[in-house]
């Protein structure tokens, strides 16, 4: 009796339910550990501005540095636009490197798989074609943005912190540069110009990854050379430049509406000198951005994209 009661016991549902299977999270969390350049690039070139901060320090151990020098001959607010200026810098120089490592890595994410033939690994996983490539435009979109923004704030702080020091062994009061009632309104204004970016250049991002689902070498030339190709002949056929227009606009000019017209601009914007406005959040244009039309344009463009590329990745053969 006691045996019986033992075996049904033995074979009884556990006490706790089993946990879900995510296959978006791991989707992602697989793109971050094959494609590591994804976070290590932004971390490395960090490292590398950083690098150049201390080697300039130990340089000039025995005076404070020129820089150091007018830094703290200037009055707290003006310390403080110093300050705000090199956040800016690390994060266009970040966001950068973010880009091109972005580029390489959507023009490699589908081709890849099919080159090696790992595609066929990951199809008898129980993963759907809308999962993976979901997975990848999260993780090019949101995650690599996400971890630019995390790298740059690390960074900035480590840079204050290292300036605080070099003050405080020159004999000059650092509270100036904390004292800063925009650093607050500089991380905003980070995650704000990521997101548009984001947003922006989503039909571009979409495109890549289609591109990286049918080509089946040189990536790099098909995803460049159709758009050059259809701009050549609408010049020599019609003598119009309407394709070459709207590029550059995608490209180049429509990210301008996510921040102020250059003619209602402070005059960090419109001067010769770059300084940073009383507000940092008064350079912003959300309004003005999300009424673009052609903000909404490129998402419908992307979102085709996209589908298209989960029926190539669907019915596409290995290379």
Do not use: C
Not at 188 to 213: C, G, H, K
């Amino acid at each position: 009796m006691n045996a019986a009661t033992e075996t049904s016991e033995s074979f009884a549902a556990p006490t706790t339910a089993p946990r879900p299977v995510r296959p978006f999270y791991w989707t992602v969390r697989r793109e971050l550990w094959e494609n590591r350049s994804l976070w290590i690039a932004p971390v490395v070139a960090a490292g590398v501005l950083l690098l150049a901060l201390v080697i300039s320090l130990i340089a000039n151990a025995s005076h404070l540095p020129e820089g150091m020098q007018a830094l703290a001959a200037l009055p707290p607010e003006k310390q403080q636009m110093v300050v705000n200026g090199s956040f800016f810098g690390i994060g266009i120089v970040l966001t950068m490197v973010m880009n091109v490592a972005v580029f390489f890595y959507l023009l490699d994410a589908l081709q890849g798989e099919r080159k090696d033939r790992s595609v066929l690994f990951w199809k008898s996983m129980p993963v759907s074609d809308t999962t993976t490539v979901l997975g990848k435009i999260f993780t090019a979109a949101v995650v690599s943005p996400a971890v630019v923004l995390v790298t740059v704030l690390a960074t900035v702080i480590v840079m204050l912190v290292l300036a605080t020091v070099v003050l405080l062994i020159g004999g000059v009061n650092p509270f100036g540069i904390w004292a800063n009632p925009q650093l607050f309104q500089m991380v905003i204004a980070s995650v704000y110009t990521l997101l548009a970016i984001e947003l922006w250049y989503a039909p571009v991002t979409a495109w890549l990854l289609f591109v990286s689902s049918w080509a089946k070498r040189a990536t790099f030339l098909w995803a460049v050379l159709p758009p050059v190709a259809v701009i050549l002949f609408e010049r020599v056929a019609f003598s119009t430049q309407y394709v070459q227009h709207l590029l550059g606009y995608r490209l180049v000019g429509g990210l301008k509406t996510a921040f102020v017209a250059q003619s209602q601009a402070p005059e960090f914007v419109r001067g010769a000198t770059v300084q940073m406005p009383h507000r940092v959040l008064e350079a912003l244009n959300p309004v003005g951005f999300v009424t673009n039309p052609w903000l909404w344009v490129g998402l419908v463009v992307a979102a085709g994209f996209v589908a298209a590329t989960i029926w190539m990745r669907r019915y596409r053969e290995p290379l």
